[in-house]
């Protein structure tokens, strides 16, 4: 609640997101049942060793040093 008192929180987006979470869960819990079990379930190992090796090597990872095309820009505080 700090947050949106002080107009540090991106409401627009949150209420954006809230609203496609909840559906695209279900859709999504849908379309697993389309999928061959035994290919899903290595497609989704395969994810999960490179999520982990991301993780024990973020900090190896150079940071990207050019320069960004996209500005985001909060609005400003109703208060």
């Known amino acids: 609640m700090t947050f949106v008192k002080e107009g540090k929180a991106d409401l627009r987006s949150a209420f954006f997101f809230s609203l496609s ?5 279900v859709v999504g819990a849908g379309l697993t ?3 061959n079990p035994d290919v899903f379930r290595r497609a989704f190992g ?7 090796m991301l993780l024990l090597f973020r900090n190896r990872i150079k940071p990207y040093k ?4 996209y500005v985001r820009r909060l609005p400003t505080p109703l208060v």
Do not use: A, E, N, Y
């Not at 395969?46 to 982990?52: C, D, P």
């Open 33 to 35: 049942s389309l999928f």
């Open 66 to 69: 050019g320069k960004w095309r």
């Open 46 to 52: 395969f994810f999960m060793l490179i999520m982990v």
């Open 21 to 25: 979470s909840g559906p695209l869960s």
